[in-house]
């Protein structure tokens, strides 16, 4: 699977940064999908295939840390980065421990470090595609 084949979902609650964040994938090989609304959010990641996610933690009615538990619960493979505006040390462990590959601190000042961290996350994808292409290779070949 190629990165051109990698859907990105992008959740935050501000149009501002969902447009900015939009714009910085827009020529890059993702399928991008974005949404304000986190429950409208999780219903994709429920319905269609989502390969990473970039979310806000900080969100009306559920907030993001809530959304990465239920993203990793319903499928552990879902490559998560969290963004915030309330940077504390809190949250960030929280964001790690549920899971969370990275976090970047709001406003957003250099979108080429989000696109090398949603790169690295598709490598990551990558990474895990190809062994588990072998290993059920190896089951077939295995009497």
């Not at 990473?52 to 959304?67: A, N, R």
């Not at 505006?85 to 899971?99: D, M, P, S, Y």
């Not at 690295?120 to 588990?132: D, F, G, Q, W």
């Amino acid at each position: 699977m190629s990165e051109s084949n990698y859907t990105l979902l992008i959740i935050d609650d501000d149009d501002f940064i969902l447009t900015n964040l939009e714009l910085a994938f827009a020529n890059t090989p993702y399928r991008v999908i974005t949404s304000n609304n986190p429950f409208k959010a999780y219903q994709l990641v429920e319905n269609q295939k989502i390969d990473i996610v970039i979310c806000d933690i900080v969100m009306p009615g559920l907030d993001g840390l809530t959304l990465l538990e239920k993203i990793k619960d319903f499928n552990g493979m879902i490559q998560v980065i969290m963004l915030t505006g309330e940077i504390t040390v809190n949250n960030t462990i929280k964001a790690f421990r549920k899971g969370a590959v990275d976090i970047f601190f709001k406003p957003l000042e250099n979108m080429e470090e989000i696109r090398k961290a949603v790169a690295s996350a598709a490598r990551r994808l990558e990474r895990v595609n190809t062994i588990l292409k072998r290993v059920a290779t190896k089951d077939k070949m295995v009497p």
